[in-house]
C-alpha cells in the first residue's frame, strides 16, 4: 500500500513535536519552574493522565494539511482540557501554533480568521477556567501575539505561494500565446510565399508559353524570328529562375537567402516591355505626379498588373490589346489593367487562384477590387488602394 508523500511528512512532524511536547510536559513541571522563580499556584504534576492529553493534543498534526481547520479544533479539545485541569498550557503549545500555521498556510482568508478567533477564544476561556493564574496580563498577551505572528507567517506563505503560481501560470499562458503566434507567423509566410511563387510563375510560364507556340509557327518560315523568340524564352525563364530563388531562398536555413529589392511600380514598363515580346499589345498610362508607396501597397500595385496582364494574355485571344492605368492621387493609388477581348476566351469570366490571391492582397491593405467584364467587352480588373497622410 502506497502511502502519499506529504502524509508520511505529517506523520513524522507529529511523532516529532509529540515527542517535544511530552519531554516539555515531563521537564517542565511545577518544581523545576518554582526553583526558577516562577508561579506555580495551582499547576498539576505531570502524570499519565496528563501524557495521554499532551499525546493527543499533537496527533491531529498527522492531518494539517489534509483538515488543518478540523484537526486545529481536534487539537484544542485536549489542549483546553490540560489548562482546565491544571498542567498548563505550554505543553501542547507548539502543536497548536502548528496547526494555526497549517490553517492560515492551506486555506483560505475567512477559514483562516475562523481559525485564529478560535485559537484566540480557546485560549482566553482555558486561561479563565484553569486553577493556574499568570502572573500578569503581559502573559496573556505575549501569547496572544504569538498566535496572531503565527497566522501571519502562514498566511504569508500562502499569498507567496499563490504569487508564484499566478506567475507560473501567466508564463505557460504566454508560452502557449508565443506558439500559437508563431503558427500563425508560419502560415501567414507560407500563403504569403504560395501567393508570390504563384504570381510569378504564372506570369513567366504564361509569357514562355505563348513565346514558344509563336516560335514554332515561324520556326520554318522564319529561323531568325524564331530565334528570337527562343532568346526571348530564355530571358524570360532566367527571370523566373532568379524570382522564385529570391522568394524561396527564406526557406532555406544552411545558407543566406539571395535577397534583393521586391518589384514594384517603378517596374511596371519592364512588364509592359516584356508582355510586348509575349505577343500581347500593352501600353502603360501614368496619371499625376509619382510619389513614394508603403513597401506592401507598391509590391501588391505590381503583382496585380502582372496578374491582370498574365490573364489577358491567356484569355484575351490573339490580337487584344491591353492597357495599364496607374492614377496616383493624395489619398489613393488607381491601378487597372484592362483588355478589349478579342478572343472568344475573353468574354468569359477568367477564374484562377492568381485572381484570389490578388483579393487577399487587396484587402490585406484595405484596398477596393474590381474584377469582371467591360460592359463594351473586354475584361478589367481594378484595384484601388487607400494613402494614408499622402503614403
Given amino acids: 500500500m502506497r502511502i502519499d508523500r506529504t502524509t508520511f511528512h505529517d506523520a513524522v512532524l507529529a511523532g516529532v513535536v509529540a515527542a517535544a511536547s511530552v519531554a516539555m510536559f515531563v521537564l517542565y513541571g511545577p518544581g523545576r519552574l518554582e526553583a526558577q522563580g516562577l508561579a506555580v499556584d495551582g499547576m498539576r504534576a505531570p502524570d499519565p493522565l496528563g501524557g495521554v492529553l499532551v499525546v493527543l493534543a499533537c496527533a491531529p498534526v498527522a492531518a494539517r494539511r489534509r483538515w488543518p481547520l478540523a484537526a486545529m479544533c481536534a487539537e484544542l479539545v485536549p489542549e483546553t482540557l490540560l489548562s482546565v485541569l491544571g498542567y498548563g498550557s505550554g505543553a501542547s503549545g507548539l502543536a497548536g501554533l502548528v496547526l494555526l500555521y497549517s490553517v492560515a498556510s492551506y486555506r483560505g482568508l475567512a477559514m483562516a480568521l475562523a481559525g485564529l478567533l478560535i485559537s484566540l477564544v480557546t485560549y482566553v476561556l482555558g486561561a479563565l477556567a484553569g486553577p493556574v493564574r499568570a502572573a500578569s496580563w503581559s502573559e496573556h498577551v505575549v501569547v496572544a501575539v504569538v498566535l496572531v505572528a503565527v497566522w501571519g507567517a502562514g498566511r504569508s506563505l500562502r499569498l507567496r505561494r499563490a504569487y508564484l503560481d499566478e506567475l507560473k501560470d501567466r508564463a505557460e499562458r504566454l508560452e502557449r500565446a508565443r506558439a500559437a503566434d508563431t503558427r500563425a507567423a ?28 509563336a516560335a514554332r509557327r515561324v520556326l520554318a518560315s522564319d529561323p531568325d524570328l524564331a530565334c528570337e523568340a527562343l532568346s526571348a524564352i530564355e530571358h524570360t525563364g532566367r527571370m523566373a529562375m532568379a524570382e522564385m530563388r529570391s522568394i524561396v531562398g527564406v526557406l532555406r536555413t544552411d545558407a543566406r537567402a539571395e535577397l534583393g529589392p521586391q518589384p514594384g511600380v517603378q517596374d511596371l514598363p519592364a512588364l509592359v516591355d516584356q508582355m510586348r515580346e509575349a505577343g500581347l499589345a500593352t501600353r502603360l498610362i501614368v496619371e499625376g505626379e509619382p510619389r513614394p508607396l508603403p513597401a506592401g501597397v507598391d509590391l501588391a500595385a505590381y503583382r496585380l498588373a502582372q496578374e491582370g496582364l498574365t490573364n489577358s494574355l491567356r484569355h484575351a485571344g490573339a490580337g487584344a490589346k491591353a492597357v495599364v492605368t496607374v492614377r496616383h492621387d493624395p489619398h489613393e493609388l488607381d491601378v487597372r489593367v484592362q483588355d478589349d477581348g478579342l478572343g472568344a476566351a475573353g468574354v468569359s469570366a477568367r477564374p484562377g487562384h492568381g485572381l484570389v490571391g490578388i483579393r487577399e492582397r487587396v484587402a490585406l491593405y484595405g484596398g477596393i477590387l474590381n474584377i469582371g467584364p467591360l460592359p463594351g467587352g473586354g475584361f478589367e480588373v481594378r484595384a484601388r488602394f487607400p494613402l494614408k497622410d499622402g503614403q
Fill in 186 to 213: 508560419r502560415a501567414e509566410e507560407r500563403s504569403r510565399i504560395a501567393r508570390e511563387l504563384h504570381d510569378v510563375v504564372a506570369h513567366h510560364v504564361s509569357v514562355m508559353t505563348v513565346q514558344a507556340s
